[in-house]
C-alpha cells in the first residue's frame, strides 16, 4: 500500500491564553510518496517537521493539517486507513509488570476476531516472539527487557494483526549502534514481504543510513530531497554542494540543511518541494497519472483486489531482491504474520475486531494482573491508611460517647471525608498521564474503545478502594467509639467508599485536562477550601444558636 500526500500544510494556532496569537507553519505544502517494499527514512535537523509530517501523514494528528492524502493513487479514507495501518510512538510504552508473553497474548486477544481459538492466538503470539528474537526471554518482565527488546515487542504488539504500513517514530533513539542496526534489519525485512514502512531518524551513521531504501529530508518545513539512499550525493552535487569522500552523506546533508535558509530555498526549488522524485538521469513527478501509468494502472484495482496483502518468506527472495549482504541478515529473516483483512468491505463493516464487553474483560484482566504485582505499591497504600487511621483515631478516641462535644465529632467525619478525598484524588492524577500515553497510543491503532477502557480502569481499582478503605474504617470507627451496630456501620462505610469513588472520577477529571504540576495545585486546594466552608458555615450556626 503506497502513501502519498500533495500540498500538506501543518500549521499550529497559539494557545488562547498566549501572548504570541500568530500562527506557525510547520509544514510548508510539502509532498511525497512512501512506496510499499521500501524502508523509509524522514529527516532533518531539529526542529524541521520530521515527527510533525510522521503525525500528519500518519493520521495521529489532525488539527491544522491540510493538503491531499491518498493510497495507492486515490483519496485516503481515514476511517479505513486506520485500520490498516499502525504507529509506533518513540517510548516504548509497554506495562513493566507483566511479561512479554502475557503482553503479546492481551494483544492477541484485542486485536484478533473473537472467532479466533485460543489456541491458534497462542501459536500466532510465539511465532512472532521467535521470528522477532523474543522467544527466549518471554517469561521476563518489560522492565527488565533490554532497549533493543522493547523496541522489537513493540514492534511484535502491532504485527499481531499484520497491518500493511508502519509509522515509527525515531525507532534507534536511546540504542547503541548496534542495536539499532538490529532494529532496522527487522524493519528492512518487514519492507521487503510488501509493508509500507516509514520512520523518522535524526542523524544516522553511514552504515545506519545505507539501510534505508527511500529518504526524504525536510528542513524549515520544506523538502530538501526525495528518492533513494544512494542517489543522495549525486544531487547535492548537481545543486552545488559537493560531499567530501567518506564523509556521512546524512551528516553532510543536515549540516548543509541546518539554519541555512539559502542552502534550503535551492534544494527545495530542485526537488519542487517533493513533487519529484530524483534520479541522476531526470526527475520523476509523483503525480497520481504519472505513478498510475508507470505501474500499468495498479491504482484502479478494484476494492476486492487493493487491500489483498499477502506476506511473503523473505528468505526465498533472492540477494539482488533484498540488496542486503547475506552477513547483515540474521534470524529475523523469516517473519510470518496471519492475514486478517484482505477486502475493503471486510475493514468498512468492523470497527473493532472484538465486542465491547470481551475489550473491558480482557483489559480488565490485564488491569488487575498489573495491580496484583504492585506489591511495593500495595505495601506502601496499606501503611499509609494504617497510619493516618492511628493518628487520627488517636486525636478522637472515644469522643462518640460525649454528646456535648458536637464540633468534635464534625471534626472526625471532617477527617474521615478529607482523608479519603486527598488520598484517592491525587494518586490519579500522578499515575494517569502514564496510563493516557499508552491508552493513546492503543486506542489510535484500534486495539480497544475509550468506553471499555474507562470501565476497566474505574472497576480495577474499587477492589483495592473497598479493601484499603475497610481497613482505616474499623480502625479510626472502634477508636472512637461509635456504637457497634451493623446498619450504623454500613452507612458510615458506604458514605466513605462513596467519597473515594467522586474523588477518584474528580482526579482522572482533573489529571486528564491539566499537566501534573497544575493538577496537583488543584488537588491539594479543593478539599482544603471545601473543609474552610464546612468550617465557617458550622461557626456560624453556633453562634446563631
Known sequence: MDVEFKDLCYTVSPRRWSRNGLQKRV??????????????AIMGPSGAGKSSLLNAVSGYRTLGVTGTLCTNGKPRDNHIFHKLSCYITQEDLLQPLLTAHEIMMVAAQLKLPSQISDARRLSTVEEILKNLGLFECKNTRTEMLSGGQKKRLSIALELINNPPVFFLDEPTSGLDDVTARQVLQLLRTLARQGRTIVCTIHQPSASLFQLFDHAYIVSQGLCVYQGTTHELVPFLSSAGFSCPTHYNPADFVIEVTDGEEKNIAVLSKAICNGKVSWTQTHLIPLKTQEYEKKNGGTTKQTDKQSLHFETTNIAALTASERKVDSSSESSLSDV????????????????????????????????????????????????HHVACALMIGSVT???????NEMFKHVKFCMSVILFHSY???????LLFPSEVKLMKKEHFNRWYGLNSFYMALTLSKIPVQILLSMIFLIIVYYMNGLPAEWYRFSLFSLTAITVCLVAEGLGLAIGSVFNVTVSMYICNNTPYERRNFSIMKYNKLSVIQ
Not at 509544514?27 to 523509509?40: H, I, M, P, R, Y
Not at 475493514?347 to 511495593?376: D, E, I
Request: one cysteine or more; charged letters at 15%; proline letters at 4%.
Open 397 to 403: 478516641y472515644q469522643n462518640a460517647s460525649d454528646g
Open 423 to 429: 488520598t484517592w484524588c491525587i494518586a490519579p492524577v
Open 336 to 383: 510470518h504474520c496471519p492475514v486478517m483483512y484482505r477486502r475493503i468491505s471486510q475493514v468498512k463493516n468492523v470497527s473493532y475486531p472484538t465486542s465491547t464487553w470481551f475489550q473491558f474483560w480482557a483489559l480488565f484482566k490485564r488491569m488487575m494482573l498489573q495491580t496484583s504485582r504492585s506489591r511495593v505499591a500495595l505495601q506502601l497504600q496499606m501503611f
Open 27 to 40: 509544514l510548508k505544502s510539502v509532498s511525497g510518496v512512501f512506496k510499499s517494499g521500501e524502508l523509509s
